[in-house]
């Protein structure tokens, strides 16, 4: 055998040991990687479907994946493995921002002032507002069911306010904060219409 | 007052209303907020492509990519938590939150890439209501915590 013939028959393996590779690559282009993971404070599985036009599985435990080709149904669901899941989504799962961080403030009976208790917790929200990164303040007032929802409406806003002007007081910056009211529409405590009700009058306060 | 006159009254005040009406449509409420960002990443908004920063708003129908070295995490009003991977992109097709009127609506596309989401009230509040959208498949949500990959 020549050198020149060699040198072909060395350049035709190659060729023929890189073919495969390149062919089999792009058919994975829109194949999706779905799991569910456990939330890692207090350990809680949702749940989750995942479905097209040819099929459904359900994700209900610890790291349960499934894999959907283009065109296939959802592959037999199974759980991703710990070192799998940490080198695919372990710098990702990194990025996710701060939880966020609620507060629920009570009013004295018949008043617009803050239980003691309740006014307490306000350093406690400067504080929130000081760890999170580009943070954002929602101040949601809350009535229970006694009255009409019109009327509550403006009464949940105005708490939201009264607590607003209490937060800049301590030292919050007012363009944080974003006040809002969902009235009786948001119980904590559920009761029928036109219940006096003191653990559903009252202001939630989110720092995200 | 003469008919006419009426009329053009009529006409003037409804041309006002006309050219109100798109203004309060259209009165923007943001979706969420960027809270960390490293690396190349952009945010496409009405068109219009920035480097994606911390602190930017985002809104429905913006979408975020990312480069090779690029990650990006962001928390929208009902306190949902994104984030996104390297050679990614997604986006927010849809995003309503309005407690007061029960409205809730959350859909994001998962275009490429790497995703983490966290699910928030809406997932709480109204399950249906949220989509998780990929090309091959639609995830629907019952709370806490998924990851998702599209391609390779």
Known sequence: ?208 | MTVRYSVAVVVAVGMVFLACAPAFAQQPVAAGRIKLVSGAVSLVHDGRQAPATVGALVYEQDSLTTGPDGRVGLTLRDETRLSVGPRSAIEISRFLYAPADSQYAFALKVIRGVVAYVSGRIAKLSPDAVRLETPSAIVGVRGTRLTIKVGR
């Open chain 1, 1 to 208: 055998m020549t050198r020149a013939s060699t040198l072909v028959c060395l350049c035709l393996a190659l060729a023929s040991g890189c073919g495969p590779r390149r062919v089999s690559a792009p058919a994975a282009e829109g194949t999706a990687l779905v799991v569910l993971l456990a939330d890692p404070d207090t350990g809680a599985v949702g749940r989750a479907t995942v479905s097209n036009a040819n099929g459904a599985v359900d994700l209900a435990a610890d790291r349960d994946a499934t894999t959907v080709l283009t065109g296939r149904a959802p592959a037999p669901v199974s759980p991703l493995a710990a070192d799998t899941l940490a080198t695919v989504f372990g710098e990702t799962l990194s990025s996710l921002p701060m939880a966020p961080m609620s507060f629920t403030l009570y009013f004295r009976l018949e008043s617009n002032e803050l239980t003691d208790e309740s006014r307490a917790l306000l350093p406690g929200v400067l504080k929130a507002v000081s760890t999170h990164p580009a943070p954002d303040v929602a101040v949601v007032g809350h009535t229970d069911t006694s009255g009409v929802p019109a009327t509550n409406y403006a009464l949940g806003l105005e708490r939201a306010s009264t607590v607003r002007t209490l937060l800049t007081g301590v030292g919050v910056e007012a363009s944080l904060i974003e006040v809002s009211s969902h009235g009786e529409s948001d119980l904590v405590v559920q009761t029928p219409d036109n219940a006096l009700e003191p653990r559903n009058r009252r202001v939630e306060i989110s720092v995200r």
